[in-house]
């Protein structure tokens, strides 16, 4: 059974591109959550997204994010036009309902040079 | 402005000892609870909860205890393995049991000695 499907691990971006980040819930899983990890930080949520709706995006900056989780396929965590102070590591959690404790994948190391 | 507060970064303790991991909260509206466990290169993994209507849950080695009135909670590993040795986060809802919005606090490493 497997877990929360992360890809890639690592992410490497210069200043100004874009940075697609993708997430696979666990099976049956159809809440799919993102949050972020600065260094020396905690996590802090960004965004909670059932399939082909946004529930909360209220973590989420005002520009250049976006998050989408399609009918088919994975969630993608989509930065635009990125700089130096989004390198973090993001990780994607899903859940089987709302009240269920979160399951959280390896989360995708990202590094803009 | 943290609402979460883990003020040691590190705690050691001796293989076979009680580990003892704090943590604090600022947001009286925060109503659930929660520990998670996080190795290198991974993702945080769900250790224990507590609703705020109590004050003590247990599973196993782990024991969570929440003090509403001081705003304090701690998670008690008895007896501690090496296998422990982890980054321990502590995270708190206002959603009343609904704990996607988790606010984090910074995290513990715990090292258990051999």
């Known amino acids: 059974n497997a877990g929360v499907m992360q890809n890639p691990r690592h992410l490497v971006r210069r200043r100004g591109q874009e940075a697609r980040l993708r997430c696979s819930p666990m099976?049956?899983?159809?809440?799919v959550y993102w949050y972020r990890q600065l260094p020396e930080e905690g996590l802090k949520f960004m965004v909670y997204?059932?399939?082909?709706?946004?529930?909360?995006e209220s973590g989420m900056p005002k520009e250049r994010f976006s998050a989408e989780f399609p009918k088919e396929g994975p969630s993608i965590l989509r930065i635009q036009q990125v700089v130096r102070g989004d390198s973090a590591a993001y990780f994607c959690?899903?859940?089987?309902?709302?009240?269920?404790?979160?399951?959280f994948g390896n989360g995708t190391r990202l590094t803009v040079t | 402005d943290q609402q979460v507060k883990q003020n040691s970064p590190s705690l050691s303790v001796q293989e076979g000892r009680i580990s003892i991991l704090n943590c604090d909260y600022t947001?009286?509206?925060?109503?659930?609870f929660l520990w998670y466990k996080k190795y290198p290169a991974e993702g945080p993994t769900f250790l224990i909860s507590?609703?705020?209507?109590?004050d003590k849950n247990e599973d196993g080695r782990f024991t969570v205890f929440l003090n509403k009135s001081a705003k304090h909670l701690s998670l008690h590993i008895v007896p501690s393995q090496p296998g422990d040795s982890a980054v321990y986060f502590c995270?708190?809802?206002?959603?009343?049991?609904?704990?996607?919005?988790?606010?984090f606090g910074k995290g513990t490493l715990l090292t258990v000695n051999p």
């Open positions: 959690a899903s859940s089987l309902d709302i009240d269920s404790p979160l399951h």
């Open positions: 099976k049956g899983h159809s809440h």
């Open positions: 997204l059932q399939k082909e709706n946004i529930i909360d």
């Open positions: 947001n009286s509206m925060f109503d659930y």
């Open positions: 507590i609703s705020s209507i109590k």
């Open positions: 995270a708190a809802s206002d959603r009343g049991g609904s704990n996607y919005k988790l606010t």
